[in-house]
């Protein structure tokens, strides 16, 4: 599985302060290696991410996260990720081996 995307706060919100991101599989947390991404609160600077070959099995959930910053003021997460599921296909000699 891959997936893809830029991150970035909406300028019409209310709260001019970073947010911070994450993305997790099942409990594994997989983007960034460590902590936080940090998103910028202004819309010129986007946080870009790119996962490659992540290996995921039936039931698997891949979660996007943002961190509460515990202000009660709306942060406007703009975060549409691309996500890429590839379907490994059976080798020629295992299928024919099972028949």
């Known amino acids: 599985m891959n ?3 830029v991150i970035r706060e909406d ?8 947010c ?10 997989v983007w960034p290696k460590e ?3 940090e998103v910028l609160p202004n819309d010129d600077t986007p ?7 992540l290996k995921a099995s039936a039931g ?3 979660r996007f ?13 703009v975060w549409d990720p ?6 490994r296909e059976r080798s020629q000699a295992t299928a024919q081996s099972s028949q």
């Open 3 to 5: 997936t893809s995307g």
């Open 11 to 18: 300028p019409s919100g209310e709260n001019q302060a970073p």
């Open 20 to 29: 911070f991101v994450r993305i997790l599989r099942n409990d594994q947390q």
């Open 35 to 37: 902590g936080w991404a």
């Open 47 to 53: 946080t870009n991410y790119e996962i490659m070959n």
């Open 60 to 62: 698997d959930k891949l």
């Open 65 to 77: 996260v943002v961190k509460h910053n515990g202000e009660n003021r709306s942060d406007l997460i």
């Open 82 to 87: 691309m996500i890429v599921i590839r379907v």
